[in-house]
């Protein structure tokens, strides 16, 4: 093969949401495979100076993107695009091959169906996209022909579980939950849980919105609908499992009752790079693989809804369809802001997201648009709420 073949085999990456969490951990894929990917877009909600670091360590980048207002139309040397539309122009003024949509939230959809208007593949590490839009962007993905991959443990696990084998003969996806920062308390513990106690994740290192949607299993509700949308699996073919090491990332059970199950250490690394190769393996320099020199055990209880009774709103939600899964989202996403800034208590996240989505106007087919509306809406109702005098 020619040196030009080789080069133009190169895959360009786009990074929507560079500077969290999972942002971070795809630097460290694309740096380690220099042969295979060439990061040529980044984009952040807000921190500059990590922007500019990861321009400074990356020269392959053409041009950057900060939703958060800005006067300079530069950084490091790159185009610099600011505002709210930021990573739309972004998407527009760069060649690119693949987007990693990690973008934190709500956010994080219009980029996807952006993406795949464009006609690209989608690794897509925002579950919001599904939960709030999933209807939109099967639709999107259907006339594009275009495929999504997914970057989230549970999901690149099933992913991974399903290769090789007749997807019709799957009879079950079965999610895992660590149980979250806070599953040794019980309910009657949780209510004076502090900001920083439920930021402690026994197994992983994420985000912190992520983080308290695991504590509360919001998180294990977007992942059964986010399951739903990426295999097309009925949502009563789908179960959540609490299993409290992680080690088992999810598992498939097929017809005859076989199960197939992926198991490793808690890195983000392996989903991510499943995903940048499309579905193939590679080399993976990991520090702390799973090692069976030492003694390892596996737990598995029942998933407990009276515990966690936000885990039921997957179902819920799978019920109603519309534009439910955005207020669920958009409730959550303002109760967690709520709860991080001190403003209710743990327990009230949970309240707070049942008695926004008692008060929604339901909308059966809603169009990006009446998303955005939903989502602002429900936020201010959230708002609302949240404050005694105005409860009523
Ligand atoms: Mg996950």
């Known amino acids: 093969m020619k040196q030009t073949d080789m080069e ?12 969290g969490s999972i942002g971070t951990q795809t630097l460290d894929v ?22 500019e670091q990861i321009i400074k360590r990356f020269d392959t980048i053409k041009a950057a993107a900060l939703v958060k207002e800005e006067k300079d139309r530069e950084l490091s040397g790159v185009p610099l695009y600011t505002g709210q539309k930021a990573l739309i122009d972004l998407m527009d003024h760069v060649d690119y091959d693949l987007p990693v949509n990690a973008v934190v939230g709500f956010a994080g959809l219009e980029p996807s169906l952006h993406a795949l208007r464009q006609g690209k593949d989608l690794a897509l590490a925002n579950k919001e ?25 549970e999901h690149s ?3 991974q579980c399903l290769s090789g084998n007749d997807p019709k003969r799957v009879e079950k996806l079965l999610i895992t ?6 599953r040794d308390l019980k309910r009657d513990e949780l ?15 994420m985000g912190a919105r992520i983080t308290i949607d695991s504590a509360t299993m919001v998180n294990k509700a977007f992942e059964v609908i986010e399951a739903h949308y990426l295999f097309g699996v009925p949502f009563e073919k789908i179960e959540t499992v609490l299993h409290p090491q992680s080690i088992i990332h999810s598992m498939v059970e097929y017809d005859d009752h076989a199960i197939m199950a992926q198991l490793g250490s808690a890195d983000m690394r392996l989903p991510i790079q499943y995903a940048l190769f499309e579905g193939k393996r590679d080399v993976l320099k990991e520090e702390h693989p799973l090692d069976f020199h030492q003694a390892l055990s596996l737990e598995f209880r029942p998933m407990d809804f009276e515990r ?6 997957a179902w819920k939600t799978g019920e109603k369809k519309g534009n439910y899964g955005c207020a669920f989202n958009a409730a959550d996403e303002q109760a967690v802001s709520l709860f991080l800034n001190r403003q209710i208590s743990f327990l009230q996240i949970e309240e707070l ?5 008692e008060q929604l106007d339901y909308i059966e087919h809603p169009t990006y648009e009446d998303l955005v509306e939903t989502d602002r809406r429900i936020r201010e109702k959230v708002r609302a709420l949240a404050r005694p005098d105005e409860n009523r």
């Open 129 to 153: 996209s599904l939960v709030c839009g999933g209807d939109l962007v099967l639709k999107e993905l259907e006339k594009s022909g275009r495929h999504l991959y997914p970057i989230d443990s």
């Open 353 to 357: 997201i049942e008695r926004a989505l």
């Open 157 to 159: 696990a099933i992913w």
């Open 308 to 313: 966690y009774p936000m885990a039921a709103f």
């Open 30 to 51: 694309i740096a380690q495979h220099p042969d295979q990917f060439e990061l040529v877009g980044v984009a952040a909600n807000g921190s500059k100076d990590k922007l």
């Open 8 to 19: 133009k085999k190169k895959k360009r990456i786009l990074l929507l949401g560079a500077t």
């Open 191 to 205: 209510d004076d849980i502090t900001p920083e106690r439920a930021l402690k994740h026994p197994n992983w290192n």
């Open 177 to 182: 939950a660590s149980g979250g920062s806070l």
